[in-house]
């Protein structure tokens, strides 16, 4: 089967995980926007959605899904999202949208969040995906300078701009060993608005496209 088959299997089988009248979070990527292509076979189910980008927005507008900004909801039922690696305790790297700081925020007002991803993102230690950084324009270099000190080698997204008018810096050579440790030492550098490390708030369940169908993995 391929990478983009078995995307599309996890984020049909995703849609078992919605609750019906609910307000949900949508994330953003080639994984979500099949699942947006199905949630639009229930959109009379679901009031409305948070949107984690610019370009979920308008597939969910096409798919007949209202949508609401976050200050309009006071939680958020379910939040379903993709990852560029996952490890075994569900702690991700997210990013290779652009849209990681939007994710982050909507995960963290989500009660549940249930990654979809195919096979190939699950990993044993994450890191071999450059992590995703978003920085204030004006403090690209600085930042870049002290995720040199991190042991990384930072790379300029050339040409990509975020939904927040910011840049994207990708980090190859990192040693991840503390997830968490490593979110925070990363966030707390002026100029940075959040890193792809969801560590703090990692999912709560992995639904895992593979050749022998969707399997269902929890934190442990
Ligand atoms: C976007 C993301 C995506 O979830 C991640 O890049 C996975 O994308 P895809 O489903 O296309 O493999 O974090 O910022």
């Known amino acids: 089967m391929s990478a983009d088959a078995l995307k599309k299997a996890v984020a049909e089988a995703a849609l078992a995980h919605v609750p019906r009248g609910e307000i949900l979070g949508v994330g953003t990527g ?11 076979t229930i959109s009379e189910e679901i009031p409305g959605a948070v949107s984690s980008s610019e370009a979920s927005t308008a597939l969910l507008k096409d798919a007949g899904i209202r949508v609401l900004s976050l200050n309009e ?47 190939s993102k699950l990993v044993k230690a994450l890191g071999r995906f450059p992590l995703p950084v978003e920085v204030i324009p004006m403090a690209r270099s600085y930042v870049a300078r002290q995720l040199v000190k991190l042991g990384g080698t930072p790379v300029y997204r050339e040409g990509v701009t975020t939904d927040n008018g910011n840049v994207i810096l990708d980090v190859r050579d990192l040693t991840i060993n503390e997830p968490m440790k490593l979110e925070q030492a990363i966030n707390n550098i002026p100029g940075v608005v959040t890193n792809g490390l969801f560590a703090m708030r990692p999912a709560d369940v992995l639904l895992l496209g593979t050749s022998d169908g969707v399997k269902t993995l929890k934190a442990h």
């Open 30 to 40: 080639s994984t979500v926007n099949h699942f947006i292509r199905g949630l639009a």
């Open 73 to 119: 909801v006071s939680e958020i039922a379910v939040y379903v999202d993709g990852a560029d690696e996952a490890n075994h305790h569900l702690e991700l790297i997210k990013g290779g949208g652009a849209a990681l700081t939007r994710e982050k925020i909507v995960a963290a007002a989500s009660r549940t969040f249930v990654c979809i991803a195919d096979e």
